[in-house]
């Protein structure tokens, strides 16, 4: 079934208020509404979706919900759904933002979201839970899992070499044991897109998508010089965007250091701040540049306003960071749906998707720790379990998978929860 564009843009806008816990959680969202409760994808086509979205530098929850947005309307829809994605979280992070450069504080902001953290993490255990049931049918895929999941967790294996490595072993497994690696999921619902893969109108998609990206850094670097903060993080951003692999806790150290050291955007500590604010607000965690930016520009304003210097960083530096993931998603994609027909390579996307279940794990496990723990050393170790955090994760986490609570319900009783022991214990 084809939603209409009007039905569409309500279930987005749903889906982007709802998508709390980074990009395991946002994924969850996507799953339960768009699977799940809608049938407007089937569970074969999202997989194969988020296996292609993993793959790229950039976030992959956004780059999923402008895949499927594309599957249902085209280019229109891919905009539509990747932009209201984006759009909460942008609004949010710049509210908070100019809060904390007026007051220096986010103390509010961790009373009111304690709760929907704790929560989060039942919502990121009931879809790590729901996509490996489906996707990892044998003990092999199970396997490929564990393996993808202990990699990349304890030996710290980078996120390309762990997929394509499970790429390797499924397109040479798939020859030997092809009944292991195949797909038996019903075919979707979704009628197939009108377009098919040309080399001209990809670099045409491509060419018009790299000018409207890069464009405006160019502008400011003809009219302001490069030794302006706008242009400064038109390029930086524009840099980190290409390289954000494996999401965005694997750049985020890269930018705090750049931030704090050699631009002198953000003082020592500030970028947690940030970081907080982009894991309590709906949206990307990469979302946490626009915090950077405005406050590099807020330090810095030129001749402008501090506040409207600060307004104008975070709206580059959002475009700039989101701008290349249109470009990957309506260049690349007719040759993705082109490939679910190959069936070698899909041999390759089952062991990838299995992979995929591992490193979706990963995060889930990074997140409960830095949820549960007051404190994360170096190399990952927690100490300083939080037990209210402990209990409210556990409530939240059996009435999602226990009673079949809705998921708003649980985020709002979790936030009330959070905030009385908040009051209560100061």
Not at 57 to 71: D, K, R, S
Not at 331 to 341: I, K, N, Q, S
């Amino acid at each position: 079934m084809r939603p209409t564009f009007a039905e569409a843009f309500r279930v987005w806008a749903y889906v982007a208020l709802h998508s709390f816990g980074g990009p395991a959680g946002q994924i969850a969202v996507m799953h339960r509404v768009l699977v799940k409760e809608k049938g407007w994808i089937s569970e074969e086509r999202f997989l194969h979706a988020l296996n292609y979205c993993m793959l790229l530098p950039g976030p992959e929850a956004q780059q999923l919900a402008t895949y499927i947005g594309w599957l249902h309307h085209g280019v229109p829809g891919g905009l539509m759904a990747g932009g209201l994605f984006v759009l909460p979280g942008f609004l949010c992070i710049l509210a908070l933002s100019l809060a904390y450069a007026l007051f220096q504080g986010t103390t509010v902001l961790a009373t009111l979201f304690f709760g929907i953290k704790a929560a989060v993490i039942g919502v990121v255990l009931e879809a790590v839970l729901r996509v490996g049931k489906r996707a990892l049918a044998n003990r092999l895929m199970w396997g490929i899992a564990a393996i993808s999941f202990l990699a990349i967790f304890f030996l710290k294996v980078p996120f390309p070499w762990i997929i394509v490595g499970a790429a390797a072993f499924g397109y040479v497994g798939g020859k030997i044991r092809p009944d292991l690696f195949e797909r038996k999921s019903p075919e979707e619902p979704l009628e197939e897109p009108r377009q098919r893969p040309s080399l001209g109108r990809t670099l045409l998609t491509a060419a018009f998508w790299a000018i409207l990206w890069l464009a405006p850094v160019g502008v400011l670097y003809a009219v302001l010089g490069p030794g302006s903060v706008f242009t400064q993080q038109g390029l930086f951003f524009s840099q980190a965007a290409m390289v954000t692999f494996g999401g965005a806790y694997s750049v985020l150290a890269y930018i705090a250091q750049k931030a704090v050291q050699t631009y002198g955007w953000l003082r020592p500590g500030e970028m947690l701040d940030g970081l907080g604010m982009a894991e309590t607000t709906p949206g990307p965690l990469i979302q946490v540049v626009g915090f950077v930016a405005f406050m590099g520009a807020f330090r810095h304003p030129g001749g402008l306003s501090p506040l409207v210097a600060g307004v104008l960083g975070s709206v580059l530096t959002t475009w700039v960071t989101y701008a290349p993931c249109f470009l990957w998603i309506f260049t690349g994609a007719p040759y993705m749906e082109e490939l679910r027909r190959k069936r070698g390579l899909n041999h390759a996307l089952s062991a990838i998707t299995a992979s995929v279940v591992g490193v979706i794990l990963n995060l889930s496990v990074w997140f409960a720790i830095h949820t549960l723990f007051r404190e994360v050393h170096e190399g990952g170790a927690p100490s300083g379990l939080d037990p209210w955090a402990l209990l409210i994760a556990t409530g939240a986490t059996v009435a999602l998978l226990r009673f079949h609570q809705g998921m708003l319900r649980v985020l709002a009783v979790s936030a009330l929860a959070g905030v009385l022991v908040r009051l209560a214990t100061g």
